[in-house]
Every structure is written in C-alpha cells, then in structure tokens.
C-alpha cells in the first residue's frame, strides 16, 4: 500500500492523511489511495485574469506547479479536463489553442472530455489540436464525421488501478451552443444511454469509472442516479462548486465523506483556471470508501513553472506586437459582465446593437449576450482586449422575420430568467415590457418597433448573427426567415471600426423594462 504523507505547504496540503487512518478496516485490508486532479472551462486563459473580480489569479504556469507538487506528494494522480479549452481571450483567438495544447502537454495531463466551444473553429481545426496533444480528446456521445479526432472511452492504468474514463456532452448544450457549420459533420447521442453503453463495456475492464462531462449540474445529478455504476463524476460547462456532491444528495454539503454501496462522486472545481480541483479517493475491493474534494486556489502566491512560463510568454511576446496596439478609446465604462448583459439591457449591448442595425442597414438588430464575453473600462481599448470581449468569428447576417416570429424571439430571450443565460438578446429599433414571474412563452406583454406597436403579420428586416440565424440558442424561428444575408462581417470588425471613428460612448435607455420596475428616464 502506497505510503500517505502531509505537505505543510499552505496550498498543497494531502488531505487523505487527515482522516483515512481513521476509518475502520479489517486486519490484512488492502486499499489504495489515488487523487484526480481536475480544470474546468478553461477557455484560453494561459495568463492569469486580468479582469474582474477574479483578476490576478488563474494561469497555466502557476498550476503547473501545483500539479508537479501534488504528483510529488500523492502516491496515484489523475489529470483531466472537463472541456472548453478555446474561445475567450486574446490568445485563443490569434493562436486558436495551440499554446494551450503545448501547455497542457507539459503539465502531462492525461485526457480531455470535450466541450462545445471546443468545435468553435470546426472540426479540422479540432483534429489538428489532436495530432499535437500528447493525451487523448473524449465524446462518449458524439460522432464527428470526420475520423479520429476523439475516442468513446479510454481505459488508463495508474499504479495497480485500471481507470475507464468516459467523456460526456449534455443535451442542453446540443445543439443551441455549438457552431453551426461544425454541427453538420457530427452526430449527437443521448449522453445517458451513450454512458450506458460505454459503462457496460469498461466494468469488467477496470476498477474505476470516471465520467469527465461537460453539462448542466442538473444533467450530471440525472446521470449518477441513472447509472449507479459510475464512480466519479467530473462537471464543467457551468458555474463550479466547492466541496462535493455525494450519492442522495443535491447539493455540496461536505468536503469529505465516508462512502457506502454504489454511487457517484460529483466534483466541479471554478472557471478559467482559477482554481485546480482535487478529489482524494480511498478505495478498495471496486468501491470508493472515502472521498475528500477541495478547489485548491490558483493565486499570485503559487510560483510559476519555469518550462510553462516559458512556453506563454514566448506565445505572449507573439501575441503583444500586434493586440497590445491601441484601436481606439471608450468615453464611458461599457458594462458586459456575465451577469449584467445575461439578465438585463446594459449600455454595452445597446451600442452593440445599434451599431449592428447601423451596418446593415435593418429594422431591428439582436445581439445574443452570449457573444460578449466581458465589458471596457472607460479609456484607451487595444486590439487585445477586442478580442477578448468579442472572441467569435461568425459574420452578421440580414433576414426578414414576421412580428409573430419576433415575439418568439423575445420569450425565448427571457425564458430562462432569473438565470443568466447566454440567449438573452440585447436589442436595438424595439422595446418591450416583460414579466418575469409569467410562465415561460407568455411573458412578453407588450412590444414596440420604432415606437409602433408591433404588428404580427408585418415582415421586419433584423440583422443578427449567423449563429442565431443557424438557430443556436433556442432561435429556431430564426431558420425559417427570408431573404436570409450573411453579410461575412464579424461584430468584431463592426466594434473595431466604430473604435477607429471616436470614443465609443452608450447609455441603457430602457428598451428592456420588467412589470412592475420603475420605468426609469433613460441613463
């Protein structure tokens, strides 16, 4: 049995030896102690945050050296990844995950489930990513069309345990969150059954099974209910937790617990690397006897690797010549955090809008908030930062819709509230009122177009992005437009010219109102 130690390092501390020796076991018991190390919804952010609350911690170099410490102290560790490891920053959008592949290579990281985002530059791309990863990519349920870009399931030997892991893509993700160009060449299976099948083949195979999955919190608690015989369940996609879920329950209650019978244990550590996940496991016999789950900080107090700070610097110095350039300037702060521009109109979502309807020239332009990824400060704006906020490539597109289709359009837009969801559209030619508490598709009570009263048999032209028209999001009434034109210009390239134009400067204006708030004059 693999000898326990306890790092007195503040950040990297073994926690099995705090209580494993506590259990009761039978004399001559045999147990092994094996930890997986986890990241979540990385989304190109090798360099630590540099906005927002969370600014100054995450950074590939500094888990790097978490995770040499942990090998160093752990008998048996398992690295993994839960997806997401493109789209967001600067970085990923120049270098498209090449620098973070090489990254992950030097960290040694031993597979990765794939996420959404990850098909957001096609397959081609993916599978290019692939021939450079030294670990395998996973899609339990999915079928590229195009071959060996990912597998079903690996089975990995560590130490005298046999782990089968397999890699799982919700159904709420599929296909309203993927590229729509990439959604024709694969083939989505209900991620359950798909696990279903995978589980059945690998039990006899292994000792453990670990499910890497990239879905709802909710979609993870269905699948350990469903087939008891997974043992770990590592989320992504959505927001993490600290502690960990156990079998009969719903929510973290505990960092550690002492296990029983079958069922899963369900992790999910925090976004864009700013925590590593840590899941200690004692088992024997095919059960987890105890389990210990904590998110351990990725801080400014955790030295950098020097081969991985190495590495990103080298992609950095590339990167600088060119986004470090200043395009143009922002009169006020434009607000396009989360939470704002997911749940309410914000002054940045307006000029989004508005410059979108400007271009093309339509009635009414629709920016799904899921396509901003963070707001400007008020002041100097580089190309860098552009590109961190608007980091899709999709180009407008022109098309006519009735007034019925656009009042679907808008309760779909509201029909995930008081969640912050990424299909909410932040508007610009309409306006209307809305209550949240309604039941959802009949919230939307009143709308005007231009100060009219909309009309439900009247076409409207709207310009929107080729990711709504396509139908991502929930917008299937968006597929059946007319006179559909995809006018090739990304809202990137819009925001960038307006940039070289003047200060940008926006207000909210109350185009967005809820039953019963103030109805405020204008911002």
């Known amino acids: 049995m693999p000898t326990l130690t306890i790092s007195r390092r503040p950040c990297v501390q073994l926690a099995l030896g705090l209580f494993f020796w506590a259990v009761p076991l039978p004399l001559g018991f045999a147990q092994t102690a094996v930890t997986i190390l986890h990241t979540s919804e990385h989304h190109g952010t090798l360099e630590p945050l540099e906005q927002g609350s969370y600014k100054g911690q995450g950074g590939m170099a500094r888990r790097a050296t978490l995770i040499e410490r942990v090998r160093k102290e752990a008998p048996l560790v398992l690295l993994v990844d839960s997806g997401d490891l493109l789209i967001g920053t600067a970085m990923s959008s120049v270098f498209r995950g090449e620098a973070d592949i090489k990254a992950m290579n030097l960290m040694a990281y031993d597979a990765l489930a794939l996420g959404n985002h990850d098909f957001d530059f096609g397959t081609a791309h993916l599978k290019k990513l692939k021939n450079e990863a030294r670990f395998p990519f996973l899609c339990t349920n999915l079928r590229p069309r195009e071959p060996d ?306 009309d439900l048999s009247r076409h409207y032209t709207v310009v929107t992005s080729q990711f709504l028209a396509d139908g991502g999001d929930g917008y299937t009434m968006f597929m059946h437009a007319g006179d559909r034109q995809n006018l090739e210009l990304p809202l990137r390239d819009v925001l960038s010219a307006a940039l070289k134009v003047g200060p940008l400067t926006a207000r909210e204006e109350s185009r967005i109102r809820r039953v019963g708030a103030q109805d405020d004059a204008a911002k």
């Open 149 to 454: 870009i990912c597998d079903r399931f690996i089975v990995k030997s560590i130490g005298p345990l046999r782990i089968g892991i397999i890699g799982l893509i919700g159904k709420r993700n599929y296909p309203d969150t993927f590229n729509r160009q990439a959604l024709q060449e694969l083939h989505f299976e209900d991620p359950i059954e798909a696990a279903r099948h995978a589980v059945s083949e690998l039990r006899e195979r292994v000792e453990i099974i670990v499910a890497v999955t990239h879905e709802d919190t909710e979609e993870d608690l269905a699948l350990a209910a469903a087939i008891p015989a997974i043992d770990v369940i590592v989320g992504g996609h959505t927001e993490g937790f600290d502690g960990l879920i156990s079998k009969g329950l719903r929510t973290p209650e505990k960092e550690r617990v002492e296990l029983s019978g079958a069922g899963a244990v369900f992790v999910k550590t925090h976004r864009q690397g700013r925590t590593l996940g840590r899941l200690d496991l004692l088992y024997h016999d095919r059960t987890i006897l105890v389990a210990e789950a904590r998110n351990v900080p990725v801080t400014s107090a955790v030295t950098a690797n020097p081969k991985v700070s190495q590495l990103v610097e080298s992609y950095a110095g590339r990167l600088e010549t060119e986004t470090e350039r200043v395009i143009g300037d922002a009169a006020v702060n434009l607000e396009g955090g989360n939470m704002a521009i997911r749940t309410r109109e914000t002054n940045l979502g307006n000029l989004l809008a508005d410059l979108s309807r400007g271009q093309s020239g339509a009635e009414i332009g629709f920016v799904n908030a899921g396509q901003i990824r963070g707001g400007f400060s008020a002041g100097p704006i580089t190309r860098r930062r552009l590109m961190e906020v608007l980091p899709f490539d999709d180009g407008l597109c022109l098309l006519t819709l009735t007034g019925r289709e656009l009042r679907e359009a808008l309760e779909n837009s509201v029909s995930r509230l008081p969640e912050a969801n990424g299909r909410f559209l932040q508007i610009s030619g309409l306006s209307y009122v809305f209550d949240p508490a309604a039941p959802v598709g009949s919230r939307v009570k009143t709308m005007q177009v231009n100060q009219t009263p909309l």
